[in-house]
């Protein structure tokens, strides 16, 4: 099946914290984005031909904080999608586990904020 993804709503300010090191909050930026182990097109925003059953990983110039992933939401049509999300075994990775597989031909956005 495939599908359609937008990280278009990235909206990717400022995190809460990075490492213990860290003296305060800092920019991150989000540097590659992958549905399953096929990557997306970060330039343009949009890709078609995405597996609906896998995961979705965020990787962002530095090392996220477990607790500031409350701040990431998966939508479709403005509607929240029962995700799980967390930090991957690398600490920079964002991973959005759906509970479900998604819909075939439908645009969802990430929104961090």
Do not use: W
């Amino acid at each position: 099946m495939l599908n359609r993804l937008i990280a278009a709503s990235l909206v990717l300010l400022v995190f809460a914290g990075c490492d213990n090191n860290d003296t305060g909050p800092s920019s991150l930026e989000l540097v590659q984005a992958f549905v399953g182990t096929q990557s997306l097109e970060l330039a343009s925003g949009a890709t078609e031909g995405l597996p609906v059953d896998r995961s979705i990983s965020l990787v962002f110039s530095s090392p996220v904080q477990a607790e500031s992933v409350s701040a990431v939401r998966l939508l479709r049509s403005q509607t929240q999608v029962d995700a799980d999300v967390s930090v991957g075994s690398d600490p920079r990775t964002v991973v959005l586990h759906p509970k479900a597989p998604l819909e075939p031909n439908t645009t969802y956005t990430v929104e961090i904020s």
